[in-house]
């Protein structure tokens, strides 16, 4: 008897449990984070200058990426130029600086400054590898460079919101 009882209430949880557990599941939903109108509304109104070398080219891309491309013409004009810069650690080393300047519609400029980056590669005695090194290195700086001014226009978005 005292079998049947255990048994019996350990089925009737299990049924009580199946029936509780999709009430709980109803809640929950599921949808990708990096979608849907976040992507597809541009909130930050930033149109982007053209690259001029392969450098700066990574660094639109990553800023686009970021903040999307605005074909508006009040828009904030982004105008990075990417150039070399010595950097203190050596020869197995490379420095970009990014020379950035963000203009109105009317061509007065909202902000310009410089931002940079480093990264360093390991050279060995062939000279293809230590180029293919060398250009990983400055494609790895550059991406850090775009994170870097990446913060730096959200800053700048964000102290001009607040004074409008």
Do not use: H, W
């Amino acid at each position: 008897m005292l079998l049947f009882r255990l048994i019996s209430l350990r089925s009737v949880s299990f049924l009580v449990m199946l029936l509780i557990a999709p009430l709980f599941l109803a809640a929950c939903t599921i949808s990708p984070v990096y979608s849907g109108s976040a992507l597809t509304k541009n909130t930050f109104n930033l149109a982007f200058a053209t690259p001029n070398s392969r450098l700066e080219q990574i660094v639109y891309s990553q800023l686009v990426s970021r903040f999307g491309r605005s074909s508006d013409p009040d828009a904030l004009m982004v105008t990075i130029a990417v150039t070399s810069s010595a950097i203190t650690p050596g020869p197995g080393s490379v420095g970009l600086t990014g020379i950035i300047k963000v203009t109105d519609q009317s061509g007065k400029t909202i902000f310009s400054g410089t931002r940079a980056a480093s990264a360093s590669y390991t050279a060995s005695g062939q000279y293809l590898a230590n180029q293919q090194a060398s250009n990983e290195a400055a494609e790895r700086t550059a991406i850090q460079l775009a994170q870097t001014i990446r913060l730096t226009l959200l800053g700048v978005l964000t102290s001009r919101a607040s004074q409008n």
